[in-house]
């Protein structure tokens, strides 16, 4: 005779999980991505990590409505010509009004490739960066890259060093044109780490050099090495890339422990930080 069916209930401690994680799916859905460029980023960040000493301190990423939205800026009567660095910085991420999103907006559209670093530990990036630089991750490499360099060897302090302790007592003309050209050449040791990060990280050929006619083109920049030049110029920077490969390649530089990162992106301040992790 067959056994009468029993219902079974479903335990609460079933049911509870489930909603848990309900919730927890949930909650994850409604958590916004980083921006584009945001990512863009993270993912350039942990292919140089890879063979490359990056450090164990925080290294942070800014990205900007850039140099251009400032231009617009004094032109509108938003703020003198030499205090418009608020403009250069604003969060393009964020909505305004008052006029600023329209500055964004064409400092987007008409920038340019840019960036620059504080000796604090934070790397800046305009937007219009991103979009003109495109499909060319690598050579975004290159930029960030370079820019990671001044940070990890102080280029800041050292400059400043250079300036009131080795050309102290000079006129103010030989203080100027020794404190540009200092300048000059620790831009150059930049460029060389560029390459070299790169190089360990498994990018192939001479991106660095590549990268460097693609952004003199980009941004129309023909120009030579002026005494007061704080950059070298095209042609001499594009030589000294050609013979730091030339010696590259014929001593592959040696890879270094690859540093373990993580990642975390602040929407309300709009930082990226990456954090060494202890080996």
């Known amino acids: 005779m067959p056994l009468p ?29 980083p921006p584009a460029e945001v ?10 990590s890879r063979g490359n000493n990056l450090g ?18 004094a032109e ?16 393009p991420y964020q909505h305004y009004g008052n006029g600023w999103d329209e500055l964004i907006r064409q400092g987007y559209a008409l920038g340019d490739i840019q ?29 960030v890259a ?10 800041v302090f050292q400059q400043s060093h250079h300036l009131y302790h080795n050309l102290r007592g000079q006129s103010e003309e030989a203080m100027t044109l020794g404190d540009r050209k200092r300048s000059r050449e620790l831009e150059l040791e930049a460029d060389r780490d560029a390459a070299t990060m790169l190089a360990r990280a498994g990018y192939q050929g001479r991106v660095c050099q590549q990268d460097l006619v693609f952004m003199a083109r980009s941004v129309g920049d023909g120009s030579i090495t002026e005494p007061d030049s704080t950059h070298p110029g095209t042609d001499d920077r594009l030589a000294a890339m050609r013979a730091h490969y ?17 990642s975390s992106y602040n929407r309300s301040e709009n930082l990226l930080t990456l954090t060494p992790l202890p080996r």
């Open 76 to 91: 509108r009567g938003f703020c003198k010509p030499d205090q418009c660095v608020m403009f250069t910085q604003l969060n």
């Open 56 to 73: 164990t301190q925080p290294i942070h990423f800014m990205v900007v409505s850039g140099t251009y939205t400032a231009q617009l800026a």
């Open 39 to 48: 990512r863009t980023l993270e993912a350039v960040l942990r292919r140089l």
């Open 246 to 262: 030339d010696a590259i390649e014929k001593r592959p530089p040696a890879a270094e422990t690859s540093t373990r990162i993580r």
């Open 5 to 33: 069916l029993k219902r079974f209930g479903v335990p609460p401690v079933i049911l509870l999980g489930t909603a848990l994680l309900g919730a927890a799916v949930l909650a994850l859905t409604l958590v916004p991505r």
């Open 115 to 143: 960036a620059w670093s504080a000796s604090s530990g934070t790397v800046v990036i305009p937007r219009a960066t991103f979009r003109a630089y495109g499909t060319h991750s690598g050579y975004l490499a290159c930029t």
């Open 146 to 155: 370079h820019e990671i360099a001044h940070i990890r060897r102080n280029h």
